[in-house]
């Protein structure tokens, strides 16, 4: 997706040029033709939402999207480890649960 189909209120160019040069979001391509693959233009929403709706400060912003980067790993583990646990024979998982919830 290019920048001009993004269709994001409030959003200009030169902004999202500052986000890609302090790495906040991923482009390929040169300014003016950058292309944007499904996940960063998802970023490039939440990146508008923190900056304009909750007024996140440009030096917070670092840490805030770190913090967000973990949690969705985490969120991404567990599901793998939910799907892992779900191949298990019940007795096995039901003694993984036990374990889990002592």
């Given at each position: ?29 040169a ?38 980067d ?28 036990d374990?889990?919830?002592?």
């Amino acid at each position: 997706m290019d920048f001009e189909s993004l269709h994001i209120s409030g959003l200009d160019e030169a902004e999202l040029g500052g986000w890609i040069e302090a790495a906040w979001v991923r482009a390929r391509g040169a300014q003016g033709a950058w292309q944007f693959e499904a996940v960063d233009v998802a970023r490039i929403r939440l990146i508008q939402t923190l900056r304009h709706d909750l007024e996140i400060g440009e030096a917070a912003m670092p840490v805030v999207l770190s913090l967000l980067d973990q949690l969705y790993e985490l969120r991404r583990n567990a599901a793998k480890l939910n799907a892992a646990l779900a191949s298990l024979p019940p007795e096995a998982r039901e003694a993984i649960l036990d374990k889990l919830n002592k």
